[in-house]
């Protein structure tokens, strides 16, 4: 394992100093002092403006390309000719006399008055902000329900968050990581339902992240989660505000990026990545039948081609008669095993998958159709994979793409190949160590030190395979080991007796 | 050491895994197999083997190929033709077995033996006695078929359906072979319409493990079968109700059995040693009645009649099973149970033949049919 060993002749680097931990720098009385030392402070980038003002006394500093001019003319020039040029006149601002604070509200978007013969600084907010409209998620469509979602600006982010829970317990902790790029996250969670000590635990995690950059919701997951190693996700991801609030009135937090619309949820369990906003606005029926195929195709996922190669490889014997002479009619004349040929299936598949994700929607579908029927059709025609294995591994990863998540239906195609090679070397016993060995990984896995796996009991059953009628869920998972157990205080609700 | 020991177990793991292989496209599968005794005293074993056809559009035409070897043993014959073929044979899946006569009446363990020791044998497979040679049997193969190679499973499972056959596998008489006190019946084939077709005759009355060279006609199969507590989906019985009736058919009359109940009770007896009540009881609807519409009023003799004919019927298979020594009913293993020291006196290889056996039938008619 010494790929993953830290080598202990690594460089030692100078440790970065973060803009808000900055040691104070005085400013002068000297105009010209000052400028230069914010110009030198920010090597001279050529985006900083310096903006002398008439008689040269005074100068406006910004960076231009963060900055909106409207509000700069409206927050800081109109005033400025009511105020006959008397910049302490104009109150919506700050002021410090720290040169270093300086520069950070200009990289914050601010822009910074001085004033010469005076040490102070003066701080206008002008910053220019760019967000896109609320949409709805690309990947997250549901038929029924809210269809807005978070975009990149963490603000707005909030707000959809606040306007579903109007209570004061909704709580927000707003943190930074990363030493350069001081990324904005919020963690939000509603006091009185989330389990303290959950919280105590990803607030210290996220403490201990030691990081130049965050650069995503995916890396940033990486640093805090239990199982780096393991092939299953630990953090719900989601770009919707519905299905957010939803895991946070069961207890859950959300982790919220700054210029980056994904949402984390933790801790979860397995069965969290099976549900969709849309189970909740279906009849109860509906919603039960569309999660027990979600769960089937899970298991046809990752063990339909390693059940065929089993099968055609070991244990013919258990193919039922009317169905030996179509299955030897399709691969008797193929030339390679079948593992060979599942390979090159699931290959194919992925090379038509990742080449269409990329491309431009017109030419995307064009790829699908080329890869799927022509090259479907040929390489049976060929004799290169037969032709129940083509259907074989389109059902799996047709089966792979029902999960509502998309990190999980990733994990789920992962896991075909070891099971493919097990089955292939062993046969059906091989799929058994495999599955089991799956199972106890699963078992052992932890979300935040909660149970990732949780006991199949009766009572957890009701909202994870199945999904009852709102009125019989009245407890929030057992996994979560919330202080507010019951979703109502009603426990003997009157609903549906009369 | 550990990274050596880590690839030593995968090395054991994978390559004892490839070794153990067996691709199903490299081997030949016998669907149906058929042993004969040749008068030199070998077994003559021919197998069936279907052929498929390269099938990129559809399911692909099937071929059927026949080989033929013989051998002192099954396992031999079975070497003979593996010699021949271009992969190996396996007879994992084969279906049914047919006997040959002359061999049935032999003992039939020493043909069957392998299939019982290899864990890879198709158990399933239904044993098949044929009056005469069993390779003309196999031989025979519609062209109307689909799948030649299921033509006689076919009609096995057809005439299970109807009651006319039980259910058997190689399985199912696997502890009768050699037990005393219950013998086992297994259907009965013959080759026709001039080697044509294959058609079913009836069932083989066995004892111990040879064929006894004695049989249940077709038309008496659902009763007996009804009598061993055997129905299918359906059962029916044709049966002469009255005697010089013009026209003919007016005599006749078919039922349709709905319901029935049906013991088999045997106890010891002073005169005859044992004595057996075979109690039947069925529920029936009139299904032809080609006289009249049939009036309520003449249900009673309907039913008296019926009841006459189908004992006489009943009468007759005891019979044919006594003759043959054929301990079908399990009377004998019925008797070791519960009357385990009376057993002890008894000779069943001769006493079988002396004891009596009554059937006791009663019909209830519950319906004539819509027509009134």
Known sequence: ?498 | MKKLTMILLCCILLLSGCWDAREFKEVKLGITAAYDLTDDGVYKNTILIPNVQNSSQGPGKESTQFLTSTGKTSSQSRSNIDRRLSSTYSPAQLDVVLLGSNLAKQDIYPYLDAYYRDPRMHLDCVPVVVKGSAEQALKVVPESEVRPSEYIEGIIESEVETTNSVEVSLQSIGSELYEEGEDFVLPLMEVGDAGKTVSYEGLALFHKSSYTGKDIDYDHTTLFLLMKKVKGKVARISTKLYEGKKPEPDNYTTINIEDFSSSVKSKPDKQNKVRTDIKLELTVMIQEYPQDHLSLSDLPEVKKNLEQALTDQANETIRTIQEANSDVFGIGRSMYGHYPSYWEKLDWEKDFKEIKIVPHITVNIRSRGIFR
Request: proline share 5%.
């Open chain 1, 1 to 498: 394992m010494g790929f993953f060993k830290q080598k202990n002749n690594q460089q030692v680097q100078e440790k970065v100093i973060r803009e808000d931990k900055m040691p104070p720098h005085r400013s002068t009385a000297s105009l010209e002092k000052n400028i230069r030392y914010i110009q030198e402070e920010l090597k001279n980038s050529t985006d900083l403006k310096v903006r002398l003002l008439p008689g040269n006394k005074q100068a406006l500093l910004y960076l231009d390309d963060i900055t909106d001019p409207d509000k700069m003319q409206r927050y800081i020039f109109t005033p400025l000719r009511e105020m006959d040029g008397d910049i302490q006149k104009i109150k919506d601002r700050e002021e410090s006399d720290d040169l270093n604070k300086a520069v950070s509200a200009l990289l914050e978007g601010k822009s910074v008055y001085i004033i010469e013969g005076n040490a102070t600084c003066y701080f206008f907010n002008v910053q220019q902000n760019v967000t896109r409209a609320i949409m709805e998620p690309m990947n997250e469509k549901v038929i029924k329900g809210s269809h807005d979602g978070f975009n990149e600006d963490i603000k707005q982010n909030i707000n959809l968050i606040r306007r579903r829970i109007q209570h004061r317990s909704l709580t927000i902790k707003k943190q930074t990581v990363g030493d350069y790029t001081e990324s904005e996250i919020a963690l939000v969670y509603v006091e009185g339902i989330v389990n303290p000590g959950v919280v105590k635990e990803l607030e210290t995690r996220v403490k201990n992240i030691s990081s130049d950059a965050l650069l995503s919701a995916g890396a940033f997951s990486e640093y805090i989660e239990d199982r780096t190693y393991s092939i299953f996700p630990q953090f719900l991801s989601t770009e919707r505000p519905d299905k957010t609030v939803s895991q946070l009135m069961e207890g859950r937090i959300a982790i919220l990026f700054a210029n980056n619309p994904t949402c984390l949820i933790a801790p979860v369990t397995f069965y969290a990545f099976y549900q969709s906003p849309d189970d909740y606005n279906t009849r109860w029926l509906v919603a039960t039948y569309i999660r027990l195929i979600r769960l089937f195709s899970f298991i046809l996922a990752i063990t339909l081609p390693s059940f065929y190669i089993a099968v055609v490889g070991f244990h013919y014997e258990v193919i039922p008669e009317e169905l030996i002479s179509p299955v030897l009619g399709a691969i008797r004349d193929i030339a390679y095993p079948p593992i060979v040929e599942a390979v090159l299936m699931v290959i194919v598949i992925e090379l038509i998958r990742e080449s269409g994700i990329r491309l431009p929607s017109p030419i995307g579908s064009t790829i699908g159709i080329v890869g799927g029927l022509v090259i479907g059709d040929a390489i049976v025609t060929a004799g290169l994979v037969s032709n129940l294995m083509v259907i074989v591994i389109a059902l799996t990863s047709l089966a792979s793409f029902v999960v509502p998540s998309n990190e999980m239906s990733d994990s789920l195609r992962i896991l075909t190949f070891p099971l493919i090679i097990l089955s292939s070397v062993l046969g059906f016993i091989g799929i058994t160590f495999g599955l089991l060995m799956v199972l106890i990984h699963l078992c052992r896995m932890e979300s935040l030190g909660l149970s990732y796996f949780t006991p199949i009991q009766f009572r957890d059953l009701k909202d994870t395979v199945i999904r009852v009628p709102q009125f019989l869920m009245k407890r929030r998972p057992e996994q979560l080991e919330s202080p507010r157990p019951y979703k109502s205080n009603e426990l003997s609700d009157k609903h549906g007796k009369k």
